[in-house]
């Protein structure tokens, strides 16, 4: 039996149950993989064969009709030609920049997404990423923990957070959860969108270049699409201004990084909170040397409860789906 | 008024310094080698003294200043003024309420989340290049926590606010209950710890609430349990604290206070569940203007014989 690859042994013992694939274990499945135990499907665990990817999908996963990914493995047209029976991408993330929306929608591909489970830790993460720049929270505790504050006494002073006007990039589930919160502490809040959205109270900009211009603080919360690539571009960051604070829990790429370090480095603005970067887990080195800035390991939505709250989801639409129930959190095409 | 001697207890704030240097005869006390010589020397022209959080007006400095008429703090906190001796004596006492409410709240909010999502942890994780080797754990997440407020005064009633926008329950004890407010009540500080999740201490320094959390309170609180303190050191009993988290007997503390200012125990130093600070909660450029001003214009206000603007006595 030991000679036997992984992929026929899993198979052996669960007949009969339809597969999801998984290329690489999401950290949903790494953290919890109890409640993936379904008697509805099984998972494909390309990632405990030997056989390069390409070759594992062709011989093994052809009558394969989900797939389970997230960030680290995204859904090419490349991946979606080898899966000919596909008929569902199950992602683990709010986000769904990875997985090529056109091929699925041209393919008849439904999607699903974690949509509205991480948005109260997102913008938890988002309001104290804020609150820490503007502060000096992380920069005070160092100063502390070093033993400066006998020695070189009072810490500098920072900003005052109530009054500020609060530009939000996207006012989806997460931009609208910092907006509330935000209210609670007498900020102002504006917001771009793709739409206007006449039911929220906030002032509508068309576009980011004059959200920014009007605001004292950006907080991107949209999406990354093709248009929203390095829409925050130097344009917008110079109008934003020299004490212009930015704080990012979306998706590095929407921030144009080389120009967002040139500003921060050159106090074109005042400071930048990140949980997310362009190359992840790479960090511009700049970056590291400034104190004006929080860095975050894309961590926003890490939390137990987000994460169960998200698996509960992933294995519901998954159930859903091959009991020929409607899914509960498929993508709209807009 | 450039003949009326104010005695500024620390520094505290230059443009305040530079404001009372243009209106008074301004003796900057930490500057003075003898003290006792200079207090003789100058006791019959000082007639106010500028206090903070850290230094203010003790019966020492009051017996020895006679013609002392008013004690202006230049924070809210007024533990470091004894009031009843100033009252003995007819000395006025101002401090700066409301100007500082919001940042002082806005700064509890933050520590809590600083400790519970791990905020300084990660970012000294991004800055040691440990990101590039693995991946970080879970953090905690704040949204709907139970949060247990001492002191139910302004400052306490900003930081219910806030926490509500992050749809936490607000339970509190304070000297009295309040049953406008649609908070739960406890009437212990014990009781309160033990039904939150993040107890913040907003209550004013007296010899009744020093030592408000001790051993019994951290044990109510428990391992899952967060301290936050914007209030002051002396509200807890720090050793206990210290070995409280030392021990995992406690979840974690966000501190912007210390019992002996500047110094804070070593032992902390280490921890990556506790968020310290260098008492910075009034500590915007805006909030410390507004602060200075109201320091200034209750003097000024009282050299003039008008109303002070914010008297405490």
């Given amino acids: 039996m030991e000679s036997q690859p992984p992929e026929e042994r899993s198979q052996q013992r669960s007949k009969g149950l339809p597969q999801v694939l998984v290329m690489k274990p999401p950290p ?26 390409d070759q594992f999908l062709t011989t093994y996963a052809g009558s394969v009709r989900a797939v389970l990914c997230s960030g680290a493995t995204p859904i090419t047209p490349r991946i979606i030609r080898l899966l000919p029976s596909l008929q569902l991408v199950v992602t683990d993330s709010a986000g769904v920049n990875h997985i090529d929306l056109n091929e699925c929608r041209r393919r008849g591909i439904a999607v699903t997404n974690a949509a509205g489970v991480f948005s109260d830790d997102a913008a938890d993460a988002a309001v104290g990423l804020l609150i820490d720049v503007l502060r000096k929270i992380s920069v005070a505790d160092r100063f502390v923990r070093h033993g400066l504050w006998p020695a070189k006494g009072d810490y500098p002073l920072g900003f005052k957070l109530g009054g500020k006007r609060v530009g939000i990039v996207g ?12 209210e609670a502490f007498g900020c102002t809040v504006l ?62 790429a929407i921030i144009d990084e080389k120009e967002m370090v040139e500003c921060l480095a050159h106090g074109e603005i005042g400071g930048a909170g990140l949980d997310v970067f362009e190359n992840e887990p790479n960090v511009p080195k700049q970056l590291l040397e400034l104190d004006n800035v929080v860095l975050s390991p894309h961590r926003a939505v890490f939390t137990p409860e987000g994460f169960m709250a998200a698996c509960d989801l992933v294995v519901a639409n998954l159930e859903a789906f091959f009991q020929d129930k409607p899914l509960l959190s498929p993508l709209i095409h807009e | 008024m450039e003949s009326i001697g104010v005695l500024m207890a620390c520094p505290m704030n230059p443009y305040l310094e530079q404001e009372l240097d243009k209106r008074f005869t301004l003796h900057r006390f930490w500057k003075v080698p003898e003290k006792s010589t200079f207090l003789s020397t100058h006791s019959n022209s000082i007639r106010a003294v500028v206090g903070n959080a850290f230094a203010g007006a003790d019966a020492q400095l009051i017996e020895a200043l006679p013609k002392l008429e008013i004690v202006a ?60 080797k693995g991946s970080y754990m879970l953090t905690t997440k704040f949204t709907g926590k139970r949060v247990g407020i001492i002191g ?38 014990v009781e309160l710890a033990a039904n939150c999740d993040i107890l913040v201490i907003a209550c004013s320094l007296t010899e009744e609430t020093r030592h408000i959390v001790n051993r019994k309170v951290i044990d109510a609180l428990g391992a899952e349990g967060v301290l936050i303190n914007i209030g002051r050191g002396p509200h807890v009993d ?29 032992e902390l130093f280490g921890l990556d569940n506790v968020v310290l600070l ?28 008008k109303p002070l603007l914010t008297p405490v006595i």
């Fill in chain 2, 73 to 132: 703090s230049f924070s809210v906190g007024l533990d470091k003024i004894d009031l009843a001796k100033c009252k003995e004596k007819g000395i006025r006492v101002t401090n700066t309420p409301d100007v500082l409410t919001e940042d002082v709240a806005d700064l509890a909010i933050g520590l809590i989340l600083a400790v519970l999502r791990n905020l300084c942890e990660c970012d000294r994780y991004v800055r040691s290049g440990k990101w590039k």
């Fill in chain 1, 191 to 252: 917001y771009n969108s793709r739409k206007p959205k006449p039911w929220v109270p906030y002032p509508f900009y068309s576009n980011v270049h004059e959200l920014a211009a009007d605001s004292d603080v950006l907080i991107v919360c949209c999406g990354l699409t093709a248009e929203t690539r390095h829409m925050i571009n130097r344009r917008v960051m110079v109008a934003l201004g020299k004490q212009g604070i930015i704080i990012n829990v979306a998706r590095g």
């Fill in chain 2, 278 to 305: 260098p008492h910075v909660g009034s500590g915007t450029v805006e909030t410390r203007k507004d602060m200075a001003d109201l320091v200034l214009g209750n003097l000024e206000a009282h050299f003039l014989k």
């Fill in chain 2, 238 to 266: 720090e050793p206990e604290l210290v070995s409280a988290l030392v021990e995992r007997r406690i979840g974690g503390a966000g501190l912007d206070v210390f019992e002996h200012e500047p110094e804070v125990p070593e």
């Fill in chain 1, 28 to 53: 949903l499945l790494t953290l919890f993989e109890d409640k993936f135990i379904s008697s509805k499907f099984q998972l494909l665990k390309a990632w405990e064969s030997t056989l390069p990817l």
């Fill in chain 1, 171 to 182: 006012l989806g589930s997460i931009g609208s959860a910092v907006a509330k919160r935000l």
């Fill in chain 2, 152 to 189: 139910l005064g302004r400052i306490g009633m900003a930081i219910a606010k806030r926490a509500e926008a992050f749809s936490c329950p607000i339970s509190y004890h304070s000297r009295t209950e309040k049953p406008e407010t649609k908070y739960k009540y406890y009437p212990s500080v």
